[in-house]
Every structure is written in structure tokens, then in C-alpha cells.
């Protein structure tokens, strides 16, 4: 089996490169999905977030209210340090229960988006990085997501910068260009990885 770390900032088309991999035969991991399903309705995760943050940050459905939550823990790194002690063991099993699944020549790729801002690196095999400029990526932020630039950049400066990303990286792809620029590259990609099993 090859782990594979997938991270690429906001707007570089990391999801869609993890999408593009799954249909060539990747197992995907997608750390946002199990972040998710570890606080979904009637789960230990969301029961242990109620517990430490009230009742508050559910919804009228029982799901949580995720604008509540981040309203609460956004501002305070206390408060975010005691939500990530919740979550980010949740999602550490579930991923290795996923992984488990796993054949011995399978791809297994981690699709983590903050892999370079917590030091994850050194968790994978390999570690690539979907790549854009940043005019790029605030190009897609403003006119597929609806943000204005300053909301554009203001979350690409609260992640890590193009440069610390492009340092961790074992692989870079470029998407700099359209889907149809991209789909070849990822192809190549994938033949790369399959070598390396």
C-alpha cells in the first residue's frame, strides 16, 4: 500500500484532483467528509462536543450548527485546542479504519487540506500538492464560491503559504489552467503513483 498525503490552499483544485484519483482507482481518505460523520446526529463525537460546548451549537434537527460552533471556537484557541481534542482523534481512527480496508497495492490518498499547517508530512509515503497561483486561486474564490477578494484572501492568509506547501511536496501537479488541462496531468500522476506501490 502507498499513502499518499493530497493537500493543495483554498482554490488550487485539490478536491477535484481527489476526485479525478477515485475514479482512476484510488482509495480515498477525506478528512472534511469524516470530520463531518464523527459529529453527525446520534454520534459519541457530536455528544462530546454538546458536552463541552452546550447545547448551543445544535440545530432545532439535533445536527450540529457548525456557524454556532465556529462562532464560539474561531476567536478562542483555547476554545478551538478543546473542539480539535474532540475531533481530531475521531477522525485519526476512522482514517485508519478506512486505510485498514486497504490492499496491499492500493493507493490510499488522504485528502487533508491543513496537512502542511499541522506538520502531517512525515505521516505518508508521499505527499503532493495541487498547486495554482494565487491570482488563480482568487480568480475561482471570487467567481465559483461567490466570495469577494478580500474574503478570497483573507482565508488563503490563514493557511499556509504557497512556498511551505511546495516545500513538503514530493509531487507537485499544476492546475494553473482549466479541468481539461488538468485531467492528463492527474493521469500522469496516477501512473507515477502506481509505480511507487
Same mark, same amino acid.
Given at each position: 500500500m502507498l499513502r499518499i498525503?493530497?493537500?493543495?490552499?483554498?482554490?488550487?483544485?485539490?478536491?477535484?484532483?481527489?476526485?479525478q484519483l477515485a475514479a482512476l482507482g484510488a482509495l480515498i481518505v477525506d478528512s472534511d467528509l469524516i470530520a463531518r460523520e464523527v459529529v453527525a446526529p446520534g454520534t459519541d463525537g457530536l455528544r462530546a462536543v454538546v458536552a463541552e460546548f452546550g447545547p448551543s451549537?445544535?440545530?432545532?434537527?439535533?445536527?450540529?450548527?457548525r456557524p454556532a460552533l465556529g462562532a464560539l471556537v474561531f476567536a478562542d484557541p483555547?476554545?478551538?485546542?478543546?473542539?480539535?481534542?474532540?475531533?481530531?482523534?475521531?477522525?485519526?481512527?476512522?482514517? /485508519? #479504519? *478506512?486505510?485498514?480496508?486497504?490492499? =496491499?497495492?492500493?493507493?490510499?490518498?488522504?485528502d487533508v487540506p491543513l496537512l502542511a499547517e499541522n506538520g502531517l508530512a512525515p505521516l505518508y509515503d508521499q505527499v503532493v500538492v495541487v498547486d495554482a497561483s494565487d491570482e488563480v486561486r482568487i480568480d475561482r474564490l471570487v467567481r465559483l464560491r461567490g466570495m469577494t477578494e478580500a474574503e478570497a484572501r483573507a482565508r488563503m492568509a490563514a493557511q499556509a503559504d504557497r512556498q511551505t506547501r511546495l516545500a513538503i511536496a514530493?509531487?507537485?501537479?499544476?492546475?494553473?489552467?482549466?479541468? /481539461? #488541462? *488538468?485531467?492528463?496531468?492527474?493521469? =500522469?500522476?496516477?501512473?507515477?503513483?502506481?509505480?511507487?506501490?
Open positions: 498525503g493530497l493537500t493543495g490552499g483554498i482554490g488550487a483544485g485539490k478536491s477535484e484532483v481527489s476526485g451549537v445544535l440545530r432545532a434537527d439535533g445536527s450540529l450548527d483555547e476554545r478551538l485546542a478543546a473542539l480539535n481534542a474532540i475531533v481530531h482523534p475521531l477522525v485519526r481512527a476512522r482514517s /485508519a #479504519e *478506512l486505510e485498514a480496508a486497504a490492499g =496491499e497495492r492500493d493507493v490510499v490518498v488522504h514530493d509531487l507537485v501537479i499544476d492546475n494553473s489552467g482549466t479541468l /481539461a #488541462e *488538468l485531467a492528463p496531468r492527474v493521469q =500522469e500522476l496516477w501512473e507515477t503513483l502506481q509505480k511507487r506501490v
